[in-house]
């Protein structure tokens, strides 16, 4: 089982809002995740409450292997270490 970061969309149209979420790799953007790690607001105005994350748990998934996206990984990029 391959797993991935990447975001899930679930906003209305035109008012994007996302979730980060662990997902196998071969159930799509928009199948069941395994767990929602946190969330992206890309309309929030100040950056800081723009990616809300469990650090704890992202670090738990890239440990056991999990991937993140490319867009994931700039998101969080010096948040995360």
Excluded: C, D, F
Excluded at 31 to 49: D, Q, T
């Amino acid at each position: 089982m391959a797993v991935v970061i990447r975001l899930q969309r679930i906003g209305k149209p035109k008012q994007p809002y996302y979730r980060v979420v662990a997902i196998e790799k071969a159930r799509g953007s928009v199948g069941r995740p395994i767990e929602i790690l946190g969330s992206y607001n890309p309309r929030m105005e100040k950056v800081a409450e723009k990616v809300q994350l469990n650090a704890g748990r992202y670090a738990h998934w890239i440990k056991v292997g999990a991937k993140p996206s490319p867009t994931v990984a700039t998101l969080l990029k010096g948040r995360v270490s």
